[in-house]
């Protein structure tokens, strides 16, 4: 590891441990910016017209489909273009996002979608002492939101949590998702992309992970599996690149479970450098891109984060400073070193 690794991995921690201490529950906004790591900046050229193109590589490439137009007939379109109807009982698993946040993808939006596949829209409590760690709360915030006026919301761990198991992992050897996640036939992962204060950025390796874990089991991976007291978590923050490889570990247990009963879209819009989970995010400073779907989400996560790299629009320098500073292309390093998916693809554009 360099030194300028493990200066910005010392500053991350040392900086979250006093935070926590003087003032309790951390807000992501908080996070100062790291050192800039090396990472594969995703740079390739944009797509003409309607012909798909490769990144990383023609071999083995994934497809992943693309609408520049976010509205809700193009999410039942891309939905469709993805070839894989949804069968049983089927679980949408979104962010309902925290109280005081409005960058969450909106009911209005999404509800099409919902309502097409009968699904239950899904979550878990979180790790930390927002609006959302019980279940009452969380329930009300996606009630205040407009999420339970398009379809049922399940707050999975609200009667327990249930063991997946991680293969190949280097960190976990198992991921904690609410127990009533074993009652889904089928995963629509319906994530909003943007930036992330710890990950970096947050996609749909994100949603299956962090956001299908429990809030024990956020904990779980957040501390790269020293603990599952939520308590304790911020005081066993691990390695970054251990961190973001637990998240790509936990997402294989939900990956292995679901098998090919699960399915992958991804809106690029509020494209703020903060995540859903944070009470006050920052404002986006660039424009929307568009959604993206695809079966391979570690092929989906990269398209997007290319989209961002090759964005003529000059807002994009903060997210892509959020994704390098916290060295957010190693989740997909690691997603596809241990099978997941692959970041090589094929992007077709469903554009007229």
Not at 23 to 50: H, I, T, W
Not at 212 to 229: C, D, E, F, L, Y
Not at 245 to 267: F, N, P, Q, T, W
Request: include cysteine; proline fraction near 3%.
């Amino acid at each position: 590891m360099s030194e300028k690794r493990k200066v910005s991995q010392v500053t991350r921690r040392s900086f979250i441990k006093s935070s926590v201490a003087a003032g309790g529950f951390l807000l992501a906004s908080n996070l100062v910016p790291l050192a800039a790591c090396s990472a594969n900046s995703g740079r390739d050229k944009e797509p003409d017209n309607n012909e798909g193109s490769t990144s990383g590589g023609a071999a083995e490439a994934s497809t992943v489909y693309m609408l520049t137009e976010i509205s809700s007939g193009s999410l039942l379109r891309i939905y469709e273009a993805l070839e894989r109807p949804v069968s049983g009982k089927v679980a949408v698993k979104l962010s309902t996002g925290e109280p005081g946040g409005n960058n969450y993808l909106k009911p209005a939006l999404i509800g099409d979608l919902v309502r097409k596949v009968n699904g239950t829209i899904i979550e878990c409590n979180t790790a930390y002492a927002g609006g959302r760690s019980d279940t009452e709360n969380h329930l009300k915030a996606a009630a205040d939101h407009g999420f339970t006026a398009v379809a049922p919301v399940d707050i999975m761990d609200s009667e327990g949590e249930i063991s997946l198991p991680v293969k190949g992992g280097k960190h976990l050897k198992e991921d904690i998702v609410g127990s009533h996640y074993g009652n889904y036939d089928f995963t629509v992962v319906l994530s909003h992309f943007k930036g992330h204060a710890m990950g970096g950025f947050g996609g749909a390796i994100k949603n299956i992970s962090i956001g299908i874990a429990s809030s024990s089991g956020k904990a779980w991976i957040h501390s790269a599996g020293k603990t599952r007291n939520a308590a304790e978590m911020w005081g066993n923050l691990p390695e970054q690149d251990d961190f973001l490889e637990s998240m790509a570990e936990a997402a294989k247990a939900v990956v292995d479970h679901c098998g090919d009963k699960i399915l992958y879209i991804s809106v690029m819009n509020n494209l703020s450098v903060d995540c859903d989970c944070d009470s006050h995010p920052a404002d986006p400073q660039m424009a929307d891109i568009g959604i993206l779907a695809s079966l391979d989400p570690v092929a989906l996560d990269k398209a997007c984060v290319d989209r961002v790299y090759n964005s003529p629009d000059e807002g994009r320098s903060h997210l892509i400073e959020r994704m390098e500073s916290r060295h957010g292309i190693h989740t997909l390093e690691h997603a596809e070193a241990i099978g997941i998916g692959s970041q090589k693809y094929n992007l077709v554009m469903l554009d007229t």
